[in-house]
């Protein structure tokens, strides 16, 4: 993903890195903390946080997974309750839509894993499966 700010928002977080190095090779503790908060925030406001986080996917709300009705909603419903989804499958027995949103483990927080499965059949949900896994 490209970012928003273009190559203004890059270079001002790699400046930020940069900052972060020479503050830790000065012995500069909370000095570094700080720039690193610049600098993690900088990458965030420029659009660039998957690439930062490893974050794979979009992020939906799961809440709103319960408004999914099967044999009611159509394919335009579940657009306008959940967005687009990521990946369409078309099969002779009908579609599949999903939605994933992926956020891996570091030391400093467990990872997760979120998917949304919905399948139509003669233009309507047929099924509903959805996974919330901590990783």
């Not at 720039?35 to 996917?57: D, H, K, N």
């Not at 687009?84 to 939605?99: D, I």
């Amino acid at each position: 993903m490209g970012s928003r700010h273009g190559l203004g928002g890059t270079l001002f977080a790699a400046i930020g890195a940069c900052a972060i190095v020479m503050l830790v090779g000065a012995g500069c503790g909370a000095g570094a903390l700080v720039a690193m908060t610049v600098a993690s925030g900088t990458a965030a406001i420029s659009g660039e946080p998957q690439r930062l986080y490893g974050t794979q996917g979009q992020d939906f709300d799961e809440q709103r997974v319960s408004l999914i009705r099967s044999g009611v909603h159509t394919p335009a419903d579940i657009v306008n309750i959940m967005g687009n989804p990521q990946t369409k499958v078309f099969t002779n027995l009908g579609e599949e839509w999903s939605y994933r949103y992926y956020v891996p483990a570091t030391m400093l927080r467990t990872g997760l894993e979120k998917i949304l499965t919905v399948r139509f059949r003669e233009g309507k949900v047929d099924d509903v499966r959805y996974t919330l896994t901590a990783l």
